[in-house]
């Protein structure tokens, strides 16, 4: 899987934790994504019903589609909350997102609590 980082990551710790976290995401790399997730985790998705758990989720990434292409367009992190937005490719379509993240703490070992993601078939992509 390609991942495309903007020129400004990396320029604090939890940058490069939340490209990794949301890079094993679209990869589907559950040994990754395990590290970083509470076991009491909450992954909601505004209008649809929320994961709660680090096994619904890791059940939801192993149901997701292939992704060949990850294209961040900015990470950012303040204290214990960072976000991520971007455009993945799958199956030859592109699909925007945005991770809004928030973390047991500010530490850098802080475990992943509860993420609110959002997805939309762009107008390139509509059926």
């Given at each position: ?42 992954w909601e998705f ?48 592109e699909t925007p ?31």
């Amino acid at each position: 899987m390609q991942v495309e980082t903007p020129a400004t990551c990396g320029n604090a710790p939890r940058h490069q934790i939340i490209m990794g976290l949301l890079a094993a995401l679209h990869g589907k790399d559950l040994a990754e994504l395990r590290q970083w997730l509470a076991e009491d985790v909450v992954w909601e998705f505004p209008g649809e019903q929320a994961l709660h758990g680090r096994d619904a989720v890791e059940q939801w990434v192993q149901a997701r589609p292939e992704t060949s292409r990850v294209h961040f367009l900015s990470i950012l992190t303040h204290g214990k909350e960072g976000s991520a937005d971007g455009i993945f490719s799958s199956g030859g379509r592109e699909t925007p997102f945005s991770h809004v993240l928030r973390f047991a703490s500010a530490g850098k070992a802080a475990k992943l609590v509860g993420v609110r993601s959002y997805f939309a078939a762009s107008s390139a992509a509509a059926q």
